[in-house]
T-cell receptor, first 111, second 113 residues
């Protein structure tokens, strides 16, 4: 069965320090992976998707199929990055697609 | 384009009652998915509708049901509410329901007393 694991519930870093939010997945097919972010009192929104290979707000994520990981990275954290981050796996089940989410990591950037 | 909208935003019910939540997808989007978000279980998939048909269902009891109308708006219904149904219910829409990015609404916060 498909599974997404985010091992850290809370991650605190100082402003300007590098950030790495970990995500590991378990899926027998070809994975389609996303990072979603939820800022305080805002809706869940897409941060980035692995197939687009874009850098959004300075964040990047590389899919490592050998390690089944999709870690989110940013070289210099900013205070506005403080939010909940969810890694998600999109897979096909019973004729349609659905997202399986990790439990999320709360990132706190200390000024 | 306007984003995904959900009504009501907040709801308080008592055990045993039933509730109906509504979701209006982004214009032109035909697929609507529903998720339940709780502190303990996180985000869990409920079901997905496309062109008025339920195509996929998560591991939830039959008390959770939904439907989709011809204008792609969707409703979900929870009957015989239990305390554990207290959660944020999110809907998300995509154009086709295939491997597209899902766009989320703000959610409906349901509290069961």
């Amino acid at each position: 069965a498909q599974r997404v694991t985010q091992p850290e519930k809370l991650l605190s870093v100082f402003k300007g320090a590098p950030v790495e939010l970990k995500c590991n997945y378990s899926y027998s097919g070809s994975p389609e992976l996303f990072w979603y972010v939820q800022y305080s009192r805002q809706r869940l929104q897409l941060l980035l998707r692995h197939i687009s290979r874009e850098s959004i707000k300075g964040f990047t994520a590389d899919l490592n199929k050998g390690e089944t990981s999709f870690h989110l990275k940013k070289p210099f954290a900013q205070e506005e990055d403080s939010a909940m981050y969810y890694c998600a796996l999109l897979y096909s089940g019973a004729g349609s697609y659905q997202l399986t989410f990790g439990k999320g990591t709360k990132l706190s950037v200390i000024p | 384009k306007a984003g995904v909208t959900q009504t009501p935003r907040y709801l308080i019910k008592t055990r045993g009652q039933q509730v109906t939540l509504s979701c209006s997808p982004i214009s032109g989007h035909r697929s609507v998915s529903w998720y339940q978000q709780t502190p303990g279980q996180g985000l869990q998939f409920l079901f997905e509708y496309f062109s008025e048909t339920q195509r996929n269902k998560g591991n939830f009891p039959g008390r959770f049901s939904g439907r989709q109308f011809s204008n792609s708006r969707s409703e979900m219904n929870v009957s015989t509410l239990e305390l554990g149904d207290s959660a944020l219910y999110l809907c998300a829409s995509t154009q086709t329901g295939d491997a597209d990015t899902q766009y989320f609404g703000p959610g409906t916060r349901l509290t069961v007393l």
